[in-house]
């Protein structure tokens, strides 16, 4: 079992920055891929980033040169750095961890923390 637990959201106004921060704790050995998704009121949960090994990073179009994610290994954190907000990344952001077990893969969630953007 793996635990994930955010922290960072709140309010910003548009041209803001905010920093997001998920740890994990429980059976982190497994974790492989580690991942920031969000999801707007009305819309589906989308990929925004995510952090497939030592150094491979992913960003989906509209956040890219603006979003920065950054993962410790060490401390079991998964970090979403925010810049130049608009109010389209108003959401629920959520941090996912997929884990690799002997019978397949297991994809955990964490709460998921409010991110929103005023204009």
């Known amino acids: 079992q793996v635990q994930l637990v955010e922290s960072g959201g709140g309010l910003a106004q548009a041209g803001g920055s905010l920093r997001l921060s998920c740890a994990a704790s429980g059976d982190t050995m497994c974790i492989t891929v580690m991942g920031w998704y969000r999801q707007a009121p009305g819309k589906e949960r989308e990929l925004v980033a995510s952090?497939?090994?030592?150094?491979?990073?992913n960003y989906t179009d509209s956040v890219k040169g603006r979003f920065t994610i950054s993962r410790d290994n060490a401390k079991n954190t998964l970090d979403l750095q925010m810049n130049s907000l608009k109010s389209e990344d108003t959401a629920v952001y959520y941090c996912?961890?997929?884990?690799?077990?002997?019978?397949?893969?297991?994809?955990?969630w964490g709460q998921g923390t409010q991110v929103t953007v005023s204009s």
């Open positions: 996912n961890a997929i884990c690799q077990g002997y019978s397949g893969y297991v994809l955990y």
């Open positions: 952090s497939i090994g030592i150094g491979i990073t």
